[in-house]
C-alpha cells in the first residue's frame, strides 16, 4: 500500500497490462512483421507477459507450447537461467564497443569456437539473417572482383528457396508472396529445380535419385555460365519457408563438387538449418562437404539477441588481404559483433558442449517419432516427414485460410503454431519434454479434427 493510497492505486491500476490493453496498444502503434494488419480485426494478436522453457504465457497466465521456437530461434528455452546469468555478467562488464578498429573478448572466443565447429578461418558478423546473407552475396562478388573475374555478378538459389527479405537476400528468395511486390527491384538472379519432389504436394520421401534431375539441371547451367556467376546458394537438406522441403544429403555433395569444378562459391544458408535443428550440428556435415561461405544466424544466441555472423574460407579472406583499401571488405553494420549478442551465443554453445545436446536430440527425435505416430497416420494428413528437430505434415481442408485458421484453433488449445500454407510443421525448442511433446501431439490432432473437412 502507498501512503495516499486510493489516487496511486488507482494510477498504478490503470497502467497494469492485461491481454485486452497490451492488444489494442499494439496495434495501435506498432506495424507486425510478414502480416496484413486488417487480419487482426478477425485473427488474434497475441500478447506475450513472460516466457518460462518451452512455453510463452499471456497476462492472463494462459501458456502457449511454443512449437515453433518463436520463428525458429529458441533452442533452450524462454528466460534460459544458463544464458540469462551470461547475459547479467557481461552486462556489468561491456554492453557494445564498435568492431572496427577495436575487439572484445566475446566476439574472439566465439570467432574461434565457430571457425572450429564450421571448419572455415574467419568470421564477420551481422544482425539478422537477411544481413548475413547480404554478406556472403557481397563478399562472393567481391572476391572474385578481387581476383580479375568481373563478370562474376549473378547468383543462383534453388527454386522455393528463402534467404530473407532484404533486397540483395531477396532477389536469390523464391517465395512469391515474399517477393512479387518487389520484382522491379530485384536483380535478375539463375534458379536451379529443388532437388527432390514437392514433398508439399506429392510423395516427401527423398532418395539419392530424386537429386539427379535437379543436379543435371544445375550441372547445365554452371556449365553454360559459370563465367556469369559468383556463388549457388542454398538452405542444406531443408526449405524452411517453401514448407519444410527436405532433400538428400548427396545433392549437396554433388553440387559442391560442380561448384568447385566450375569456379563457383557455394553458400550454405544454415539461418535455420544451423545448431542442430537437422540432428547435426550444420546440415552441411550430412553431406560431408565443406561450404565456401556458411550463414548463421536464428539459433547462433539461442534466441535471445540478434546477430549473424558468415563464416568464410581462407582463401576468400585472403583475397581481400591488401594494400588497399578498396579491395578489403568494408560492409558494416552499427551492432556488428555486439558484445552482448556474443556472449549469448557463447552461453548457448556452452549449454550444447555440457549436455551433449546433438547427441541427446537424436534420442528425443526417436520418442518423438513414436509419440507423433497417430497423427502420421490421421486420415487428414500427408507427408509426414522428419529430419533432426523437424517434423512437418500437409493438412488436407478446404479452408482458403487454413494457415490463419488453424493458428487460431490451435492456440485456443494452448499451442503456438503458424502453418505455411497447408504445411503444419513442429520446430520445437530442444527443452521440449516427452510429455510435452505428447500433448502437442494431441492437441494438433484435436485442432485438424475441428476443421472443415475438404
Ligand atoms: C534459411 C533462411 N535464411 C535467411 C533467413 C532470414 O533471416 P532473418 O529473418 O533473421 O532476416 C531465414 C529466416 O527465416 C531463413 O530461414
Not at 396 to 421: C, N, T
Request: charged share 20%; net charge neutral.
Amino acid at each position: 500500500m502507498v501512503a495516499n493510497g486510493g489516487v496511486i492505486d488507482s494510477v498504478a491500476m490503470s497502467n497494469t497490462p492485461t491481454n485486452t490493453k497490451q492488444v489494442s496498444r499494439s496495434l495501435a502503434a506498432v506495424w507486425h512483421p510478414c502480416t496484413q494488419m486488417k487480419h487482426h480485426e478477425q485473427f488474434p494478436l497475441v500478447p506475450i507477459a513472460r516466457g518460462e522453457g518451452a512455453w510463452l504465457i499471456d497476462y492472463e497466465g494462459n501458456r502457449y507450447l511454443d512449437a515453433v521456437s518463436s520463428w525458429w530461434v529458441n533452442l533452450f528455452g524462454h528466460a534460459n537461467p544458463r544464458i540469462n546469468a551470461a547475459l547479467k555478467a557481461q552486462l556489468d562488464t561491456l554492453e557494445h564497443t564498435m568492431l572496427a578498429g577495436f575487439t572484445h573478448e566475446p566476439v574472439i572466443e566465439l570467432s574461434e569456437r565457430l571457425g572450429k565447429l564450421t571448419g572455415l578461418g574467419h568470421a564477420f558478423y551481422g544482425s539478422d539473417g537477411a544481413s548475413a546473407v547480404e554478406i556472403a552475396l557481397k563478399m562472393s562478388f567481391h572476391y572474385w572482383r578481387n581476383s580479375g573475374q568481373t563478370g562474376k555478378t549473378k547468383f543462383v538459389s534453388l527454386e522455393g528457396s528463402y534467404h530473407g527479405e532484404t533486397l540483395g537476400a531477396l532477389a536469390v528468395t523464391d517465395v512469391a508472396i515474399f517477393r512479387d511486390a518487389y520484382g522491379p527491384l530485384l536483380n535478375n538472379n539463375l534458379l536451379g529445380p529443388f532437388p527432390g519432389p514437392r514433398a508439399t504436394s506429392g510423395d516427401a520421401a527423398c532418395c539419392a535419385e530424386c537429386v539427379l534431375p535437379a543436379l543435371s539441371a544445375l550441372e547445365k547451367l554452371l556449365q553454360e555460365r559459370h563465367r556469369e556467376i559468383a556463388a549457388l546458394i542454398v538452405e542444406p537438406l531443408v526449405q524452411g519457408a517453401a514448407g519444410m522441403r527436405m532433400y538428400h544429403p548427396d545433392y549437396l555433395r554433388r553440387a559442391r563438387a560442380l561448384c568447385s569444378q566450375y569456379g563457383v562459391h557455394l553458400i550454405a544458408d544454415e539461418i535455420m538449418t544451423g545448431f542442430g535443428r537437422t540432428g547435426t550440428m550444420f546440415a552441411f556435415e550430412q553431406a560431408g562437404i565443406k561450404p565456401d561461405l556458411v550463414c548463421l544466424s536464428k539459433g547462433l544466441t539461442g534466441g535471445y539477441l540478434p546477430l549473424s555472423c558468415v563464416l568464410a574460407s581462407d582463401e576468400i579472406y585472403a583475397a581481400f588481404y591488401d594494400d588497399h583499401t578498396a579491395r578489403g571488405f568494408l560492409h558494416s553494420h552499427s551492432y556488428t559483433g555486439s558484445a552482448l549478442a556474443c556472449r549469448a551465443a557463447l552461453a548457448t554453445l556452452n549449454i550444447f558442449a555440457a549436455d551433449a545436446v546433438i547427441e541427446k536430440n537424436c534420442d528425443k527425435a526417436q520418442r518423438f517419432g513414436a509419440l507423433a505416430s497417430a497423427l502420421a497416420q490421421h486420415p487428414r494428413v500427408r507427408n509426414f516427414r522428419h529430419l533432426g528437430m523437424i517434423w512437418a505434415l500437409e493438412v488436407d481442408s478446404a479452408g482458403k485460410q487454413f494457415a490463419r485458421e488453424f493458428f487460431a484453433r490451435a492456440l485456443k488449445r494452448g499451442v503456438l503454431l503458424r502453418p505455411i500454407g497447408n504445411t503444419v510443421y513442429f520446430m520445437p525448442p530442444y527443452v521440449v519434454a516427452d510429455d510435452e511433446f505428447a500433448w502437442l501431439v494431441k492437441q494438433t490432432i484435436g485442432a485438424i479434427d475441428d476443421l472443415e473437412a475438404p
